[in-house]
């Protein structure tokens, strides 16, 4: 597939990129003396931008193609970047988050476009979830590289290499990446958003991912704050937000055959409700390998509910738009990351910090339920359609 491998690298060092401020943000926001509800607004923003622009960018992407975006996204992270390590306050802080989930906005969900627009019918699980692992793998390394510049050479150290990854990546995509000149040319016309939005498996998408968001994000906020509690530092921290991601990046490829091969009912229903249970646990737990074993589960359960969950998205997006329906995805997923942090500040500002942790395990419960429930009854437990070969 032109352009896949060099796009699959690109993305990777983006987020190599992101990943590594993932320890150290929530620590950072702390010197400037952030309580809990400030640093849940503050995580929020980012998913806020992406919430608001991604169905926009999604579409503007299906009329004029993926790849100016992409570039223009990587310039903006790379920005960003230097604006994170010149911050004097907490209100810079906020709007350069802001900023950076817009630039996440044009970056992987296109990127994701652009590889669904390519893929033949009846593989879309196992080469969706291939690029699916470019993000995990990217964003895997991230952590345990973030918190040990973090720990070695002060907070800021992780946004300088954050903006150097950036660079890298926008120039492998300018120089490696073809152009898509008519990125939607499975769609036969311009569907209305009234259309898209009437799909039932649109809805059993948005459910799974944006109370995935909510408990991912919930997660990532403070369980840094947790850890640093109970006597670990930022490598250790790091290194437990990096089991997540190995986790998933390895299952991920397996996931995808199974997305293939079998209903998708029973994959999203397991994925989802296997992948919040150790958030009920993560509080009770005080070494850093109960911690570990807990986030690779975690990961791996993720990686087999949304492996089923992108082949739909993909069928759904050949006749309304791969942009726009990508768009619809991400907006969900960050709806739940923009209400995550800041439900979950308050309710440690109310109950303390173990409260997060059981709020966000809720609501995933709920999420993968109601999926599966909407699934169900749009024929999904049934084998997929196996492609003739030979």
């Known amino acids: 597939m032109a352009g896949f491998w060099s796009l699959f690298f690109a ?3 983006a987020l190599v990129g992101l990943g590594v401020i993932s320890p150290i943000l929530p620590l950072y926001m702390q010197e400037f003396g952030a309580s809990g509800v400030e640093l849940g607004v503050v995580f929020a923003l980012f998913s806020l931008a992406r919430f608001l622009l991604s169905p926009v960018f999604g579409r503007i992407s299906d009329r004029m193609g993926r790849k100016p975006l992409i570039l223009l996204g990587l310039g903006l992270y790379a920005g960003v970047s230097l604006a994170y390590s010149m911050a004097q306050a907490l209100w810079q802080v906020a709007i350069v988050r802001l900023l950076q989930g817009a630039a996440s906005t044009l ?66 995509v300018a120089f490696l990446v073809p152009k898509d000149t008519r990125p939607s040319r499975h769609t036969k016309e311009v569907r209305s958003w009234r259309e898209i939005l009437a799909q039932p498996e649109i809805w059993a998408i948005a459910a799974y ?70 958030l009920f646990l993560i509080p009770f737990v005080s070494g850093v390998w109960p911690a570990a074993v807990l986030s690779v589960v975690m990961g791996v359960a993720s990686a087999l509910g949304r492996g089923s969950l992108l082949v739909l998205r993909t069928r759904v997006g050949r006749t309304h738009g791969m942009g726009a329906v990508v768009g619809v995805q991400t907006a969900a ?31 995933g419960l709920v999420g993968a339920l109601a999926a599966a429930a909407v699934l169900a009854r749009t024929g999904q437990t049934r084998l997929p359609a196996r492609k003739r070969t030979g």
């Open 11 to 13: 993305v990777a060092v």
């Open 107 to 172: 970056v992987t969900p296109l990127a994701q476009a652009y590889v669904a627009d390519r893929v033949q019918p009846g593989r879309e699980g196992r080469t969706l979830n291939l690029f699916y692992t470019a993000q995990f793998v990217g964003m895997g390394i991230g952590p345990i590289l973030g918190g040990s510049l973090a720990e070695h050479f002060g907070l800021r150290a992780p946004f300088w290499a954050m903006f150097f990854l950036a660079v890298l990546a926008g120039l492998s």
């Open 209 to 278: 991912m944006g109370t995935r968001g909510f408990w991912r994000q919930a997660f990532n906020a403070f369980w840094p704050i947790l850890a640093a509690e109970k006597g670990l530092g930022e490598t250790l921290i790091g290194t437990v937000l990096t089991l997540y991601f190995l986790g998933e990046s390895v299952f991920q490829i397996t996931a995808g055959y199974l997305a293939d091969r079998w209903p998708a009912v029973p994959q999203v229903l397991w994925g989802g409700v296997v992948a919040v249970m150790p």
């Open 333 to 363: 997923f960050a709806a739940g990351q923009a209400l995550g942090p800041t439900l979950a500040g308050a309710a440690q500002s109310l109950a303390g910090l173990t409260a997060p942790f059981f709020l966000s395990g809720a609501l």
